[in-house]
Structures are given as C-alpha cells and as structure tokens.
C-alpha cells in the first residue's frame, strides 16, 4: 500500500519562509510526477507546483518566482520551499504522486493527507 505523509505546514508571518517535505514510501516501481496542491476554504484544490522524474517543473503563476519544488528520486521524496509568503497563500497543502507499483503496470495517483499553512498579515 502506497502512502503519502506530508510534513513542515506551520503558522508564519507575511514574508516568512516554510518547507514542506513529503515522502513517499509502500509498494513503488517509478514515480512519474511529484507535485504540490493547494486548497483554501470554499475553493477548488488547485496545482501549485509540479516536478518530473527529469527535474522538469511547473508552477502556478501565483507563487513563480517565490516558491521552489524539487525531489529527492534515491528516497522517494518531494519538497516545496516557500519564500516570501503572503496571506493568499494560506491553506491545506496537498502531496501528489503520479506513480507505477510494477514495471509497465498501470500509472495511479496518490494523495497525502494535507498540512496546514497559515500565513498571518
């Protein structure tokens, strides 16, 4: 069984800095995609940040420039390093994993169940 636990959401203030770090760990062959979501109260979960098994990398327009993901492919893990942080930036950060449990078996999706970042104004 695949799981998914995110850690480093926290309470900063305006302009403060957080890192987020999620592991992946069960049954895993090769993770294709490693990616950030977030959700804020009464709004859709939306990407935040996206990271390939190349080091290729996407981000929403909102957080370009101030937020960094990267991976770590030996351990299975991801990070979301956020500078600069505003109050907009404030909600449940979600772990995705796009990943194969077997050689050419099929691709699932995985979610971690989500920390909490809170930037105060």
């Known amino acids: 069984q695949v799981q998914l636990v995110e850690s480093g959401g926290g309470l900063v203030q305006a302009g403060g800095s957080l890192r987020l770090s999620c592991a992946v760990s069960?049954?895993?062959?090769?993770?294709?995609?490693m990616a950030w979501y977030h959700q804020a109260p009464g709004k859709q979960r939306e990407l935040v940040a996206a990271i390939t098994s190349g080091a290729d990398t996407n981000y929403a327009d909102s957080v370009k420039g101030r937020f960094t993901i990267s991976r770590d492919n030996a351990n299975n893990a991801v990070y979301l390093q956020m500078n600069s942080l505003k109050p907009e930036d404030t909600a449940v950060y979600y772990c995705?994993?796009?990943?194969?449990?077997?050689?050419?078996?099929?691709?699932?999706?995985?979610w971690g169940q989500g920390t909490q970042v809170t930037v105060s104004s």
């Open positions: 069960g049954s895993i062959f090769s993770i294709n995609v």
């Open positions: 995705n994993a796009v990943l194969r449990e077997r050689n050419s078996g099929p691709t699932y999706r995985y």
